[in-house]
């Protein structure tokens, strides 16, 4: 349930903030990660595409990085879509 609470909460940020490219919520408790949502908006056309898995090598990264500096990663991981001149 915690999971469908996430993918609204995704959605509703990428909905309201055009500049998004990505929103990545992490479903377990941060200590112990095993399962993250994802949701992609794709720039050419109006299309998401939601993905529920495991952690990418990057997702992975950032959470070592954060346990290693002894911070606890932030629940929701965001990407901004590249600004082309």
């Known amino acids: 349930m915690r999971e469908v609470a996430l993918i609204h909460d995704s959605i509703h940020m990428i909905l309201k903030q055009p500049e998004l490219h990505t929103v990545t919520a992490f479903c377990s408790p941060l200590s112990n990660v095993k399962e993250r949502v994802r949701i992609t908006r794709h720039k050419k056309r109006m299309a998401y595409h939601l993905e529920i898995g495991r952690p990418n090598y990057a997702e992975r ?23 082309v001149a």
Do not use: D, I, M, N
């Open 61 to 83: 990264q950032y959470l070592k990085r954060c346990k290693k500096a002894k911070r606890s990663p932030s629940r929701f991981l965001f990407k901004l879509f590249a600004k």
